[in-house]
């Protein structure tokens, strides 16, 4: 399995830039995929491909990195993005991130 | 429109079978790349890859639950279906179905998930 490590948690201020890093134990090209998952909801596809962003997502979401090593950014963070956000890759069978639990400071 | 929708028992039994329905539209299975893929999530925990079912009738397993889980599919009726044998409890979890990108892997559709508890 390719594992995905991402931090647990992030602490943010409202207006400020949100980076969520992402890294695989080996490569999986671009196949890197960014989920937002608010509490008692299903994960909602934010970002496809590494960079890609998925239709009707606001283009404060952004993503970017290939092999091993991603990032996910908000920017500027909003109160309506307080949520746990999760990479997932596609290169083998499917695996996600330990999700990154963001929180306002 | 792609929706999905999961159904299932709520509450079973250690070492039952476990049987969930994915009901969906939107898409066909029946489509070239088409596909329904199971998820599950225990409380408060990570996403977890269950299993693949194609339109071609492939079928793709996570080799950790190894041949606990089968996949399968009604075109007609529009639903799939995922049974996992010998349930414990640490199945308890929430079950999601989503749609799969054929392609490239990602799942931009997904069900609201349902909640199965396995307790005695």
């Known amino acids: 399995d390719i594992v995905l490590t991402q931090s647990p948690a992030l602490a943010v201020s409202l207006g400020q830039r949100a980076t969520i890093s992402c890294r695989a134990s080996?490569?999986?090209?671009?196949?890197m995929h960014w989920y937002q998952q608010k509490s008692g909801q299903q994960p909602k596809l934010l970002i496809y491909?590494?960079?890609n962003l998925a239709s009707g997502v606001p283009a404060r979401f952004s993503g970017s990195g290939s092999g091993t090593d991603f990032t996910f950014t908000i920017d500027p963070v909003e109160a309506d993005d307080i949520a746990t956000y999760y990479c997932q890759q596609s290169r083998n069978d499917p695996t996600f991130g330990g999700g990154t639990k963001l929180e306002l400071k | 429109q792609v929706t999905l929708k999961e159904s299932g028992p709520g509450i079973l039994q250690p070492s039952h079978t476990l049987s969930l329905t994915c009901s969906f539209s939107g898409f066909s299975l029946s489509t070239y790349g088409m596909g329904v893929s199971w998820i599950r999530q225990p409380s408060g925990k990570g996403l977890e890859w269950l299993a693949s079912i194609w339109w071609n009738g492939n079928t793709y397993n996570n080799p950790s639950l190894k041949s606990r889980l089968t996949v399968s599919k009604d075109t007609s009726n529009n639903q799939a279906f995922l049974k996992v044998t010998s349930v414990d409890t640490a199945d308890t979890a929430t079950y999601y179905c989503?749609?799969?990108?054929?392609?490239?892997?990602?799942?931009?559709?997904w069900g609201q998930g349902t909640l199965v508890t396995v307790s005695s």
């Open positions: 989503a749609h799969p990108n054929w392609e490239l892997g990602w799942f931009a559709y």
């Open positions: 080996e490569s999986v090209r671009s196949s």
């Open positions: 491909g590494a960079s």
